[in-house]
C-alpha cells in the first residue's frame, strides 16, 4: 500500500513489482473494492500488462484514482481471518475450522456447554436453550431447535429437528426433520426419519428406527426395532425385534396401534392393521388382522421334539 507525505493512498504494488524499499512497507492490500460504476469502467480502460506477470491488476486503479483526484478511502480489518482468501481446499478449510470455532463460541456464550469446540460443525442455524450439553463429534444441519437441559451425546447428527427440554440423546444417533418431546431419551445408535413426531418421555432405543410416525407420551422401543407409518398410543411397550411390515412393494400402508399396548419380541406387524387399547400381542406373532382391545392376540406353529434326532457331523476325508 503506497502512501503519500500525508497518508493518503497513492497507489498499490504487486510483490513482485515491488522495489526493495517498497518490500518493507507491512500494510497490505486485501483487493476488496467498492468503486463508482461510471469512473470504474474509465480506470479500467486504462489498464495494461506491463508489469512482471504480464497481468491486469486491478489493483492499479488506485492510481488512477489518484491521478485524477480522487479520495480513496481505506480500512483496517479487525481481525485479520477476516481477510483472509481461499486459493485452494487446504486453505478452505482452515477458514470453515475459523467459522466453526466462531459457532462454538457463540453457543457457549449462550449458555450451552461444548465439549471439544474442535469438534462441533454447525450446517445451519442452530438455537440453543440453557445448560444444553454437546458432546463431540456432534453435526447441525438446517435449522435446528434444542430446547433448556438437552444433551447430546458423541457422533450424532441432527438435521432439520426441534428437540424439546430435558431429551437427552445418546451416541451415534441420527435425526432428521423431525420433532420430539420433552422428557424423552434417544439412542444410542437410533435414527429418526423424517415426519416423525415423539410425545414427551418417549423412549427410543439401540437400534432402532422410527420412520413418518407418531408416538404418544411414555411409549417405549427399547431394542432392534422399525417402526414406519405408525401412529402408536401411550403407554406402548414395543419388545425388541419388532418391526412394522409397511410396505407391501408399490405402497405404504398404516398401522395404528391404541394405548397401553404391550407387544412381544419379534413381532411383525402386516399393514393395514390396528391393534386396541390394552391388548397383549406374544412373542413371535406375526399380525395381519386387526387385535381386539384387552385380549391377548398370538400366532405360533406348535414346539416339537424329536427324539433320538442327531446333529449332522463332518465327513472324514
Not at 159 to 167: F, G, K, L, Y
Request: net charge negative.
Amino acid at each position: 500500500m503506497l502512501r503519500d507525505s500525508s497518508g493518503k493512498l497513492v497507489g498499490i504494488v504487486e510483490q513482485k513489482d515491488a522495489s526493495a524499499a517498497q518490500l518493507k512497507i507491512r500494510e497490505i492490500n486485501t483487493v476488496f473494492v467498492a468503486a463508482p460504476p461510471v469512473r470504474l469502467r474509465s480506470w479500467l480502460g486504462q489498464l495494461d500488462n506491463d508489469n512482471a506477470q504480464g497481468e491486469y491488476y486491478l489493483t492499479d486503479i488506485v492510481a488512477c484514482a489518484a491521478a485524477e483526484g480522487v479520495a480513496v478511502e481505506t480500512a483496517n480489518a479487525a481481525d485479520p481471518i477476516e481477510i483472509l482468501g481461499v486459493n485452494d481446499r487446504a486453505q478452505l478449510s482452515v477458514l470453515e475450522r475459523v467459522y466453526q470455532r466462531n459457532q462454538a463460541q457463540r453457543l457457549m456464550r449462550n449458555g450451552a456447554t461444548v465439549a471439544d469446540p474442535a469438534r462441533l460443525d454447525v450446517r445451519g442455524d442452530l438455537q440453543t436453550g440453557s445448560d444444553c450439553e454437546l458432546d463431540v463429534n456432534v453435526v447441525f444441519e438446517g435449522d435446528v431447535r434444542l430446547g433448556d437441559r438437552v444433551r447430546v451425546g458423541p457422533n450424532c447428527v441432527i438435521r432439520n429437528a426441534t428437540i424439546s427440554d430435558d431429551v437427552e440423546i445418546l451416541a451415534n444417533c441420527v435425526i432428521e426433520e423431525c420433532a420430539i418431546g420433552s422428557g424423552s431419551r434417544i439412542g444410542p445408535f437410533a435414527r429418526i426419519r423424517p415426519e416423525s413426531e415423539l410425545a414427551e418421555q418417549v423412549h427410543i432405543g439401540n437400534f432402532v428406527e422410527i420412520k413418518k410416525s407418531r408416538i404418544a407420551a411414555g411409549s417405549k422401543i427399547n431394542h432392534l426395532s422399525y417402526i414406519g407409518d405408525t401412529r402408536m398410543g401411550s403407554g406402548v411397550n414395543v419388545g425388541a425385534g419388532t418391526i412394522v411390515c409397511n410396505y407391501d412393494g408399490a405402497n405404504k400402508h398404516l398401522t395404528e396401534i391404541g394405548n397401553d399396548v404391550f407387544i412381544g419380541s419379534d413381532t411383525q406387524l402386516v399393514a393395514p392393521v390396528k391393534v386396541g387399547d390394552g391388548a397383549t400381542i406374544g412373542a413371535g406373532s406375526t399380525i395381519t388382522r386387526e387385535v381386539p382391545p384387552g385380549e391377548l392376540t398370538l400366532s405360533r406353529c406348535p414346539q416339537q421334539t424329536r427324539p433320538g434326532w442327531k446333529r449332522p457331523l463332518k465327513k472324514n476325508r
